[in-house]
């Protein structure tokens, strides 16, 4: 763009603003302020919380929030974050810098796909294994620590919830629209030319077969068997079969989850972040975060405004827009009740 179209279009935005700004000018003074947006989307890092001291090391704080999909966030007019691209990014920010000295993960997510929450879990394990930058890890679960959000926290070396924290939901589901009904009665029919008996398996356009039935509740089975052992991985306390006992795809309280043993403790951030210190040893800390530039993080509560959190609602996931705009069959470590 030469300077000229360049000048162009900063009177136009301007004069776009001019026209905003007369038409809102009876709610009381406007003022405006244009920020360039840098190029450059690497993150930053912002400190939300400091002990003092002089530049003393930090401890990571990572998010693991909404939905958790291998593919970008589905959204009605954008593109949303990759949840595991993002995950994978923060986590390698804080590996590769000296003065962090231990990360924490906090949750607040009802799961997500079967290939992400394992993605994540694996991302976890690499910082914990590492063989130069091996760093502590705590999850803290926040409202919200369920199937595919559990999965994840099992990777890390302890599992912090807080006292209202709903944790669990230990299975594997599918589901799947069928508008068989619906066609028949408005005399509509979907024609399907395939190669085999099994390639249009859980069409919504028709009844499925038992054999079809059978041929899914075998790899519902298959990833169900690997999330019980990774829960017994993570929990020394607990056998595969003492999980299976229990394990029905329920939600626990943080009390009854402690109870069960799949929880370290009860406590709040802050104490996620004082055991962290700990198990550094560290007595002084500086806490960060990290995120896309402009994106404002005043305190140690505060989430990017337009991270993959920003679709859920308390333990309900609103946005929808993604499954009903392509709702092919998918494997699902979520807890998603009444969707």
Same mark, same amino acid.
């Given at each position: 763009m030469s300077q000229k179209d360049a000048a162009t279009a900063v009177r136009l935005v301007c004069s776009a603003l001019t026209l905003v700004g007369l038409a809102v000018a009876g709610c009381g003074p406007t003022a405006y302020k244009i920020t360039p947006v840098p190029v450059d989307q690497t993150l930053d890092e912002t400190v939300v919380l400091s002990e003092g001291g002089l530049a003393p090391p930090k401890i990571a704080l990572i998010d693991v929030s909404g939905l958790l999909l291998n593919a970008p966030e589905p959204k009605l007019l954008c593109e949303g974050e990759h949840s595991v691209s993002l995950f994978t990014e923060n986590l390698r920010k804080a590996v590769h810098d000296d003065s962090v000295r231990a990360i924490v993960i906090r949750i607040n997510s009802p799961g997500g796909s079967v290939t992400a929450a394992d993605l994540m879990y694996q991302e976890i394990l690499r910082v914990r294994n590492h063989p130069k930058h091996a760093k502590p890890v705590v999850a803290i679960i926040m409202d919200l620590g369920a199937s595919g959000g559990y999965y994840a926290a099992c990777a890390c070396d302890k599992i912090i919830a807080c006292r209202t924290s709903v944790v669990g939901s230990i299975g594997v589901i599918m589901q799947l629209l069928n508008v068989r009904g619906t066609f028949d009665k408005i005399g509509m029919d979907a024609v399907t030319i395939k190669s085999g008996e099994m390639k249009d398996a859980g069409s919504p356009f028709r009844h499925m077969t038992d054999a079809e039935r059978a041929v899914f509740q075998g790899l @519902?089975?298959? $990833?169900?068997? /690997? $999330? =019980?052992? @990774? =829960?017994?991985?993570? /929990?020394?306390?607990?056998t595969e079969a003492k999980v299976r006992e229990f394990s029905d795809g329920r939600v626990w309280t943080a009390s009854q989850a402690l109870e069960l043993g799949l929880i370290d403790g009860i406590g709040t951030l802050h104490e996620a972040i004082g055991l962290a210190k700990e198990m550094a040893g560290l007595s002084r800390v500086r806490v960060v975060t990290y995120h896309r530039p402009l994106a404002w993080k005043p305190t140690v509560y505060a989430e990017a405004p337009a991270g993959p959190a920003s679709s859920q609602f308390n333990v309900l996931n609103v946005n929808m827009a993604g499954r009903l705009l392509n709702p092919q069959p998918m494997f699902m470590y979520l807890w998603s009740p009444g969707l």
């Amino acid at each position: 763009m030469s300077q000229k179209d360049a000048a162009t279009a900063v009177r136009l935005v301007c004069s776009a603003l001019t026209l905003v700004g007369l038409a809102v000018a009876g709610c009381g003074p406007t003022a405006y302020k244009i920020t360039p947006v840098p190029v450059d989307q690497t993150l930053d890092e912002t400190v939300v919380l400091s002990e003092g001291g002089l530049a003393p090391p930090k401890i990571a704080l990572i998010d693991v929030s909404g939905l958790l999909l291998n593919a970008p966030e589905p959204k009605l007019l954008c593109e949303g974050e990759h949840s595991v691209s993002l995950f994978t990014e923060n986590l390698r920010k804080a590996v590769h810098d000296d003065s962090v000295r231990a990360i924490v993960i906090r949750i607040n997510s009802p799961g997500g796909s079967v290939t992400a929450a394992d993605l994540m879990y694996q991302e976890i394990l690499r910082v914990r294994n590492h063989p130069k930058h091996a760093k502590p890890v705590v999850a803290i679960i926040m409202d919200l620590g369920a199937s595919g959000g559990y999965y994840a926290a099992c990777a890390c070396d302890k599992i912090i919830a807080c006292r209202t924290s709903v944790v669990g939901s230990i299975g594997v589901i599918m589901q799947l629209l069928n508008v068989r009904g619906t066609f028949d009665k408005i005399g509509m029919d979907a024609v399907t030319i395939k190669s085999g008996e099994m390639k249009d398996a859980g069409s919504p356009f028709r009844h499925m077969t038992d054999a079809e039935r059978a041929v899914f509740q075998g790899l @519902i089975d298959e $990833f169900y068997d /690997r $999330f =019980v052992s @990774i =829960v017994a991985t993570g /929990r020394p306390n607990l056998t595969e079969a003492k999980v299976r006992e229990f394990s029905d795809g329920r939600v626990w309280t943080a009390s009854q989850a402690l109870e069960l043993g799949l929880i370290d403790g009860i406590g709040t951030l802050h104490e996620a972040i004082g055991l962290a210190k700990e198990m550094a040893g560290l007595s002084r800390v500086r806490v960060v975060t990290y995120h896309r530039p402009l994106a404002w993080k005043p305190t140690v509560y505060a989430e990017a405004p337009a991270g993959p959190a920003s679709s859920q609602f308390n333990v309900l996931n609103v946005n929808m827009a993604g499954r009903l705009l392509n709702p092919q069959p998918m494997f699902m470590y979520l807890w998603s009740p009444g969707l």
